[in-house]
């Protein structure tokens, strides 16, 4: 192969060297910071799942407080008021609710992305997210990795048999660079953080066993549908929060009729919760 294209192929190792130092940094940064209280549910479900995610667990702690309810065709609608709460992300996915919306509608509304976009910028400043240019820019030179690899074979005019090596010369810098593509926003102080709690906190057999609204909220936050559907089965179905709606037919009949024994919001033992 000529000169030019070892600098191209040179070029493309580069550019995946300072996007890896770019990323490692953050998660060097995110070591010394990401240490601390536990956050909210809200917080841990965008760190597990992402908007959508976060959107959930408000809508389960605001259900909870009779303060939203399922609607037609897989929609939530408002109930009332939000009730007692100062949780921004919960008043901003309720003051977006002016009417019935399935769940990736409101996730995308105004006033649940600013709610939900300020969270993340706290997550963010604990160390717990990636900082968003460091993030973004690693991001843009990985996309140049594959640019800089297929560009230098015709930039430089090779040809034939020299074109394929040159081609296959790039392969591995491109492999690493989608690999690196594929990793989440999150830092490894927020993995161990996630895992940690689901060891502390495994999903109950059965929901009985929880009485307590808040810790209903944080089993949604780290396992999701699961426990939408041990928790809530009715609402989550009806309301559209499943990611993958469990078929009735395969569900027990007890989860298929209600769930008249929700855990309270205020954690005090026994059934019942909110009227429909």
């Keep these: 192969m000529s000169t030019g294209m070892w600098w191209f192929i040179g070029a493309a190792w ?23 209280a536990t956050p909210p549910p809200q917080a841990l479900a965008l760190l597990r799942g ?9 809508l389960v702690a605001l259900h909870q407080r009779g303060a939203v309810a399922a609607g037609r065709k897989h929609t939530i609608r408002a109930n009332g008021g939000p009730g007692r709460t100062r949780d921004p992300v919960q008043l901003g996915v309720h003051g977006a609710l002016h009417r019935a ?16 976009d300020a969270l993340r910028g706290e997550l963010r400043g604990a160390g717990l997210l990636r900082p968003l ?11 140049c990795v594959p640019v800089t690899a297929v560009a230098g074979p015709f930039t430089t005019g090779v040809s034939g048999a020299g ?3 040159a081609l296959a010369a790039g392969v591995p810098a491109v492999l690493v660079a989608v690999a690196l593509l594929r990793l989440p926003d999150t830092t490894r102080a927020a993995r161990r953080l996630l895992t940690g709690l689901r060891e502390r906190y495994p999903l109950p057999s059965h929901r009985r066993e929880v009485t307590d609204g808040r810790l209903v909220q944080l089993y949604v936050a780290l396992y999701g549908d699961p426990a939408l559907a041990l ?20 569900a027990p009949r007890n989860d298929r009729e209600d769930d008249r024994n929700r855990p309270p919001s205020d954690g005090a033992p026994g059934a019942g919760g909110p009227s429909r």
């Design 50 to 58: 992402g908007r959508r995610a976060a959107v959930t667990v408000a």
């Design 133 to 143: 240019a460091r993030w973004w820019a690693a991001r843009v030179l990985l996309v």
């Design 101 to 116: 919306l399935a769940l990736r509608t409101l996730a995308l509304r105004p006033e649940a992305r600013r709610a939900v």
């Design 14 to 36: 580069v550019e995946l060297l300072l996007a890896a130092l770019l990323l490692r940094s953050c998660g060097t940064r995110s070591e010394e910071t990401g240490a601390g």
């Design 163 to 165: 074109l394929a090596r």
């Design 231 to 250: 928790f809530l089965p009715r609402f989550s179905r009806d309301g559209g929060l499943l990611d993958r709606p469990w078929e009735d037919e395969g």
